[in-house]
């Protein structure tokens, strides 16, 4: 058996190209979460709008509502009883509460659903930067295989130069540079 000794740049190639894709395969996994937290988030964003809309359907039929007392009230008010008139108020008053907590509810709704599409464009950003992670550190373990294959070193250093950019984005994903 003929002992073949083993060339140390190719050595270095493959363990810059393992290392490179262990980046990568940790890159897939924070790709993976931040899109599914993206798109979790986005259908909790539509449901709080929802709720929204809910809420102003209800706020908007009862000021409706209080709007047709309040000029039915008017129109008979000369031969209205005391008793009826007490009663026209005192629902007017149990409207214009439901209003008032409907609009109360609206905020708060509003402002939760805020959140979530702030939240939800926080992890798309991340998604993305993590693709752009995973693209660049890929091309980089394809240009590393070739340059071994080939024996050309330059190929190896371009992919060396395309890992520092998948490496950026990969830290653009957590810390969100820009």
Do not use: C
């Not at 709007?67 to 008010?77: C, G, K, P, S």
């Amino acid at each position: 058996m003929a002992d073949t000794k083993q060339d140390p740049w190719t050595t270095w190639v493959a363990l810059t190209t393992t290392a490179l894709a262990v980046m990568a395969a940790i890159t897939t996994l924070y790709l993976g979460k931040f899109s599914s937290r993206a798109i979790l988030l986005q259908g909790q964003e539509t449901d709080q709008w929802a709720f929204f809309q809910a809420k102003s359907i209800k706020e908007h039929s009862f000021e409706l509502e209080k709007v047709h007392l309040t000029l039915e009230a008017a129109m008979f008010r000369a031969n209205m009883p005391q008793d009826a008139s007490e009663q026209y108020q005192k629902i007017l008053g149990q409207y214009e509460e439901k209003i008032k907590k409907y609009s109360v509810e609206k905020d708060e709704i509003k402002k939760k659903a805020e959140e979530l599409e702030k939240e939800k464009l926080v992890s798309q950003s991340r998604g993305g930067n993590f693709g752009f992670a995973l693209i660049f550190l890929q091309i980089a373990i394809m240009l590393s295989s070739i340059s071994v294959i080939t024996k050309k070193k330059p190929l190896w250093y371009v992919g060396l130069s395309l890992s520092i950019f998948g490496l950026f984005f990969f830290l653009d994903g957590f810390y969100l540079f820009y």
